[in-house]
């Protein structure tokens, strides 16, 4: 209840308001009552009202109007008090002047509501009559004064309440349209699903004023986790949220599976959470991101405790957002799979291309060679024509190689043993001069097990730094079909050039030229 004691003013007029015509009569007669008065102060009254009706800020009407109040009427305090949506509590208490007496509480002999479309705003509390103390009554002239000031206050209210919800209906507009052009525009590196999320989380909270913005999705146990997260609370906080979850016992959780928002004006202390992450937080939305009947997951917006409850234009608007957002992100998501699915396509494409056009092309010239080989007479060209043959079987198994990558899943999915091998040739071009060959034999990528994979990289990166360049170029082999001495199927590692390797690593013995490097069980 308001802490101001129940009006005095006999006119209060407490019921509800009539219609804008009622009221603009009411104003009238107040100002035909302070014709027959003193006449000095209307200037004053009207030069205010002219103010007040002009300006869209709240909070300097109301200073206006207390500062006004209490000069119209040589109150020594005046106070404009500004009741909560549900006009059950103080939202606002603007004073002008000190109480009587040094009293915070004194009595007031004066109160005049003001009204808002027909609800009760607030109320402009007067005290201390100029001249007699605390308790001199104000007389008549100061009533009508008041009321006059109280009317043109509550449709300087009613102005600027549109005003302000209409600048913040735009504002949470924009941000959603914001947040759709982000999310089909995608990241410019990383996971596109990653950034969609920070994306909802950052702008909820930018447009909510909250402390916290979270993204929380599903988990196998029912539980909902923390998946993405914008905070302007401390490190150590935002350390404990991420990855935090709403356990499935939670009455919130009920909710929002059920496509229903769950708002608390202090989510600490609200016996509907049972999470620990809740105890940094006072007013919440928990909004459910829901398209369709399915609900993809939760956005949290919360404030630091002690701070504004959401008032509700702010939970409609934050529902609104939250439906805009689980539609953007199901829009991005297949605006992704439909670009990742094009990607597919050319790779589809040139790998079919390598493989019916240049593999057939280099076959038939590799025939040809071999048919000169055969009829060659002189032995230099023979060794000459042999050694073209050999180039061209290993540039087709670098093509083979290249169109299974092709062919290999999405970029995010780990490279392949082919692949990484591939990268550690290249990465040897530039000091031997020449990208060495490389020629797999066998399915690789499907029998070599990660552990060996991994030693197998290692010591293929090793052995290529320590080659020397040479005028034929290196060439590296990885052979999944051999058997080791202990009767296990294995992998070998084998670079031939020039190298001052003094032996082999892993399981092998080094033949002669110190070829084979590495070797060791497909599955250890």
């Given at each position: 209840m308001p802490p101001f004691p129940e009006p005095v003013d006999p006119h209060d007029g407490a019921g509800p308001a009539g219609s804008a015509a009622e009221l603009a009569e009411r104003t009238a007669q107040d100002l035909r009552n302070l014709a027959g008065g003193p006449l000095a102060r209307l200037p004053q009254l009207l030069e205010a009202m002219v103010a007040i009706g002009s300006d869209l800020d709240v909070h300097r009407v109301l200073d206006r109007i207390a500062e006004t109040a209490a000069s119209l009427t040589g109150a020594r305090y005046a106070a404009v008090e500004v009741l909560d949506e549900d006009g059950e509590g103080r939202r606002d208490l603007i004073t002008h002047g000190s109480p009587p007496e040094g009293r915070p509480t004194a009595p007031f002999a004066l109160r005049v509501p003001i009204k808002v479309q027909g609800e009760l705003f607030g109320s402009v509390y007067l005290a201390g009559k100029a001249g007699g103390g605390a308790t001199r009554p104000f007389g008549e002239v100061d009533l009508h004064l008041?009321?006059?000031?109280?009317?043109?206050?509550?449709?300087?209210?009613?102005?600027?309440?549109?005003?302000?919800?209409?600048?913040?209906?735009?504002?949470?507009?924009?941000?959603?349209?914001?947040?759709?052009?982000?999310?089909?525009?995608?990241?410019?590196?990383g996971s596109a699903a990653e950034h969609a999320l920070t994306v909802v989380a950052e702008k909820g909270r930018e447009l909510a004023e909250a402390a916290t913005g979270a993204v929380l999705l599903p988990r196998s146990d029912g539980a909902m986790e923390v998946v993405a997260i914008s905070t302007l609370l401390s490190e150590s906080v935002r350390a404990e949220a991420y990855g935090g979850a709403i356990p499935p016992e939670s009455p919130v959780l009920h909710q929002i599976h059920a496509g229903l928002a769950v708002f608390s004006d202090d989510f600490a202390d609200d016996p509907r959470s049972i999470s620990p992450l809740s105890r940094h937080y006072g007013p919440t939305m928990l909004l459910p991101l829901r398209s369709g009947d399915r609900v993809l997951g939760a956005l949290a917006l919360c404030r630091a405790s002690g701070g504004p409850r959401f008032t509700h234009v702010e939970r409609t608007l934050g529902t609104q957002f939250a439906s805009q957002a689980a539609l953007a992100l199901v829009l991005a998501d297949r605006h992704h799979d439909r670009q990742r699915l094009a990607v597919y396509e050319d790779r589809d494409r040139i790998a079919r291309d390598l493989h019916d056009l240049v593999i057939q092309r280099l076959f038939a010239t590799g025939m040809l060679l071999e048919s000169a080989h055969r009829t060659a007479v002189r032995p230099?060209?023979?060794?000459?024509?042999?050694?073209?043959?050999?180039?061209?079987?290993?540039?087709?198994?670098?093509?083979?190689?290249?169109?299974?990558?092709?062919?290999?899943?999405?970029?995010?999915?780990?490279?392949?043993?082919r692949t990484r091998i591939l990268r550690e040739a290249g990465a040897a071009a530039a000091v031997l001069g020449a990208r060495p060959s490389v020629l797999f034999v066998g399915?690789?990528?499907?029998?070599?097990?990660?552990?060996?994979?991994?030693?197998?990289?290692?010591?293929?990166?090793?052995?290529?730094?320590?080659?020397?360049?040479?005028?034929?170029?290196?060439?590296?082999?990885?052979?999944?079909?051999?058997?080791?001495?202990?009767?296990?199927?294995?992998?070998?590692?084998?670079?031939?050039?020039?190298?001052?390797?003094?032996?082999?690593?892993?399981?092998?013995?080094?033949?002669?030229?110190?070829?084979?490097v590495w070797e060791g069980p497909l599955q250890p």
């Open positions: 008041v009321r006059v000031l109280a009317t043109e206050a509550g449709i300087a209210m009613g102005n600027a309440r549109m005003h302000a919800a209409a600048r913040q209906r735009r504002r949470w507009i924009d941000g959603a349209a914001s947040v759709t052009t982000a999310l089909l525009a995608g990241p410019e590196s230099d060209v023979k060794e000459d024509v042999r050694r073209a043959v050999d180039e061209l079987d290993a540039t087709i198994q670098e093509i083979r190689t290249a169109i299974i990558a092709l062919q290999q899943g999405p970029p995010e999915a780990p490279a392949g043993l399915p690789v990528d499907a029998r070599v097990g990660a552990e060996s994979g991994r030693a197998l990289v290692a010591a293929a990166g090793r052995a290529l730094t320590e080659l020397t360049p040479a005028a034929e170029p290196a060439r590296v082999v990885v052979d999944a079909t051999v058997t080791l001495a202990d009767g296990r199927a294995g992998v070998r590692l084998t670079v031939i050039g020039g190298s001052e390797r003094e032996g082999a690593e892993g399981g092998a013995d080094a033949d002669p030229d110190g070829a084979v």
